[in-house]
């Protein structure tokens, strides 16, 4: 559960929400186990499918996490997910420096990216930046709306869209001894059935792991 739930967490601090409807594709590897990602995007809701193994839904009743082989589900509300990432936010000793680009270029595939750096106590990355991807400043200026679901402390986790003038389409995250690398494949406008929020059936629920410092 580890590696998965690390994962997940990276990719979450890093989504945007945006008004039109997307699905991106990337590939992730995190410490040395790769897999495909794909993200759909629609309105304030978002669907995460790792493989085949794992998928996450966030939407305004907060998370769901889906083990697709045990059939198992659990969720968090928005205000333990709110009182999570405060504590985290704590943890990080508050606001952190906003990222801060190296004067290094390099293409990630089509591509042409400035990278930047980023580090906070308990994490820190490189980010290479796509200035003219189409449709970057809607993503970006929609991420706040992830905020308003996951709580107000994950500027002390991650940068957010907003901090960079274009798309990240590669990233090295590095958090609590763990390395997790994506890079984008692909991102486009496309319909997204609502039917990809909803939980399937036949699966069970299971109580989410208390967290140290949580009531």
Request: hydrophobic share 45%.
């Amino acid at each position: 559960m580890k590696i998965p739930a690390l994962s997940c967490l990276a990719l979450l601090l890093t989504a945007t929400f945006a008004s039109a409807d997307w699905v991106m594709v990337q590939k992730v590897d995190t410490a040395g186990e790769p897999s495909e990602v794909t993200t759909k995007l629609k309105g304030e809701q978002a669907r995460v499918d790792m493989g085949e193994k794992m998928t996450v839904i966030v939407g305004a009743d907060g998370i769901m996490m889906l083990m697709h082989a045990q059939k198992m589900m659990m969720k968090m509300d928005p205000a333990t997910i709110k009182a999570a990432t405060e504590m985290a936010g704590k943890m990080a000793g508050g606001p952190v420096a906003k990222p801060v680009a190296t004067g290094q270029k390099e293409k990630v595939g089509e591509w042409d990216c400035e990278i930047y750096t980023w580090e906070s106590t308990m994490a820190k990355g490189r980010f290479w930046v796509a200035k003219d991807f189409p449709g970057h400043k809607e993503l970006s200026a929609a991420s706040d709306k992830l905020g308003k679901v996951v709580g107000g402390a994950m500027s002390s986790l991650s940068p957010q869209a907003a901090d960079f003038d274009g798309m990240v389409v590669k990233s090295e995250m590095s958090m609590m001894g763990k390395n997790v690398v994506s890079v984008l494949v692909s991102a486009k406008q496309q319909d997204v059935d609502a039917s990809a929020f909803v939980p399937p059936v036949g699966y069970n629920e299971m109580k989410m792991p208390g967290m140290p410092g949580l009531k």
